[in-house]
Every structure is written in C-alpha cells, then in structure tokens.
Nanobody, 124 residues
Framework: QVQLVESGGGLVQPGGSLTLSCAAA????????IAWYRQAPGKEREGVSC????????WYADSVKGRFNISRDNAKNTAYLQMHSLSPEDTAVYYC?????????????????WGQGTQVTVSS
C-alpha cells in the first residue's frame, strides 16, 4: 500500500513563503512521478505542479508559475513544494499525489494514490 504523507502546512501572511514536504517510501528514483494538487473551499481539486524524470519534465499551473517550485530528494524519499509570494488565493488543502503521467503541457493524469492533505492558510 503506497502511503504519501504531507507536512509543512500552516498559517502564513500574504507575501510569505512556505515549503511543503511529501514523504513516500516508493520515492527512491526519478521513475516515480510526483504531483501536488490543492483544493480551496467550494472549489474543485486542481493540479498545481508535477515532476516526472528530472528537471526537464516539470509542469506548473499558470496560477503558480514563477512562485512555486517542485523538487525531490530521492535519498530522503521526499518531494517538496516551495511556495513564495503567497496570497489569500493560495489558501487551500494541498495534496501530494502519485500520478501515472506528468505532461509538461497539461499536468498530471490518472492519480493512483493520494496523501491525506495539509492545510495552507494565507491571511494577515
């Protein structure tokens, strides 16, 4: 059973930064595709970023491009989402996910496993 465990959420002021972590025992090589999603109150879950094999296979949603950075440390079995210049519109539950595909044009597809989610609240 694949387990994805997020951490790092919390309350941050507008303009601030936060880094989310996703621990997964299967995250040992670049063959393991990783993605981040978020779901704001009253809205559908949306893809935020995904990473396939290395830096050439990364996708970001337009709403976070230039502000968020996805990365991974296979030695630590952990993926990260660095978030900068946060605004109240970024407030959501953020989920780590293991999709079957990460398209550099349209994002992640066919998620097989989800984490439990971590709350990010951007407010003054």
């Amino acid at each position: 059973q694949v387990q994805l465990v997020e951490s790092g959420g919390g309350l941050v002021q507008p303009g601030g930064s936060l880094t989310l972590s996703c621990a997964a025992a299967e995250l040992t090589s670049d063959d393991y595709i990783i993605a981040w999603y978020r779901q704001a109150p009253g809205k559908e879950r949306e893809g935020v970023s995904c990473m396939a094999r290395g830096d050439d296979s990364i996708w970001y949603a337009d709403s976070v491009k230039g502000r968020f950075n996805i990365s991974r440390d296979n030695a630590k079995n952990t993926a990260y989402l660095q978030m900068h210049s946060l605004s109240p519109e970024d407030t959501a539950v953020y989920y780590c996910a293991a999709p079957r595909r990460c398209s550099t044009y349209s994002g992640p597809y066919y998620v097989d496993h989800w984490g439990q989610g971590t709350q990010v609240t951007v407010s003054s």
